[in-house]
């Protein structure tokens, strides 16, 4: 059984009578989540009679499937969530593709990567044009998350940063995100935003928070495909022995995998892997962090190589600005996008088939 329902911020349970099949409705008001509108997460109680609720309903509108059960299947982002997990649960390391827009993640799963990761760094100057200081809002970051998700069926893993507040406050970031499609997100221990008087010298949060964060994110989560990963940055604040006591504490809350961000050579990794049995996401340039196989042998399953793409991109821009204002004529401009790339970026096959069933 199948029903269609409104999903931008939806994540949830909606208690649909069958009377509503025949009343128009306002979207915002009829689907709530914990008395709160936007926020779904759960189960529908269908009945054959809201299937005629998909014409109340403005578009976008996305397929819900019920099991048996009347479990709720998200079915748009059901396999990519299963695919992310198939990376953290395999025997490989991965190198994902840093994404920021829905051109980028199509040129990544054109390209072949097994997934793709959205950093709040690059969101940042991607919708603001502003550097990593936590001035973009959980929702501007969801939006952006959920342009990548609807543009390609590549599992993205999220960096939520510090799930934008409290534990209540990453409560909602796991809704919203789960919502816009993200395969999975990380929450950090770092204290953000930066606080006064600190002089840009990096803190971390009380590690009870901490684990009190990874719980609500659990706890928050509908799908329990989405994977949540508890990440700690202590190794490069504090200590090894302090960021082994957060990552074992974060996996004693339930995270699914552990990010441990600092680490700099062979013998951290090691000191984490022997010490972890989740599956670990690291982040790093130089040899220790391109050779996957010795990567995967220490439970390594994704291993972050920056965002290079994003830096790309900008020079350039920047470089065709600047020939551009300089005189060159535009048919001199090299290394610009090939008319078969630029098609394939925007999926023009898949509209052209569109325009030829729905148009001509």
């Keep these: 059984m199948e029903c269609y329902v409104h999903t931008v911020g939806v994540t949830g349970s909606i208690p649909v009578a069958p009377t509503i099949a025949s009343t128009p409705v306002n979207h915002r008001a009829a689907i709530t989540f914990r008395g709160i509108p936007w926020g779904v997460t759960g189960s529908i109680p269908v009945a054959p009679t809201i299937f005629p609720i998909a014409a109340t309903i403005p578009s976008p509108c996305y397929k819900v499937a019920t099991d048996n ?24 390391c991965v190198h994902p593709a840093s994404v920021h827009d829905p051109v980028s993640v199509r040129i990544a799963e054109d390209l072949g990567f097994e997934m793709g990761m959205y950093a709040g ?37 999220a960096d939520a940063d510090h799930g934008y507040g409290n534990a209540l406050n990453v409560m909602r970031t796991v809704e919203e ?59 490069a604040i504090t200590s090894m022995d302090d ?21 700099k050579n062979r013998a951290d990794i090691e000191t984490a892997a022997a010490a972890l049995s989740r599956p670990l996401i690291v982040s790093g340039t130089g040899p220790d962090f391109e050779d996957r196989a010795w990567l995967a042998s220490q439970n390594v399953r994704i291993c972050l190589q920056g965002h290079q793409p ?25 290394n610009l996008a090939s008319k078969e790339l630029r098609a394939s970026a925007s999926r023009a096959g898949d509209y052209a088939e569109r325009i030829r069933r729905y148009l001509d």
Excluded: C
């Design 177 to 235: 995100l789960e919502a816009a499609g993200i395969a999975g997100l990380t929450i950090e221990d770092t204290a953000l935003p930066q606080n006064f008087g600190s002089g840009g010298k990096p803190a971390l949060i009380a590690l009870e928070e901490g684990v009190g964060k990874i719980k609500a994110a659990l706890d928050a989560r509908d799908d329990a495909n989405l994977v949540i990963a508890g990440r700690t940055s202590a190794a």
């Design 121 to 157: 760094s690059v969101a940042s100057l991607t919708v603001l044009g502003a550097p990593d200081l936590i001035v973009l809002t959980l929702s501007e970051f969801a939006s952006q998350g959920h342009r990548i998700s609807r543009a390609s069926a590549l599992p993205v893993l």
């Design 69 to 92: 059960q009347g479990d709720v299947l998200m079915s748009r982002w059901k396999k990519r969530r299963e695919g992310l997990r198939a990376i953290l649960e395999g025997e490989a």
């Design 310 to 334: 994003f830096a790309a991109a900008t020079q350039a821009i920047y470089a065709t600005m600047k020939a551009l204002r300089e005189g060159t004529p535009p048919a001199d401009l090299t």
């Design 243 to 263: 960021a082994i006591a957060r990552a074992k504490a974060y996996e004693g809350a339930g995270a699914d995998a552990i990010f441990m961000l600092g680490l």
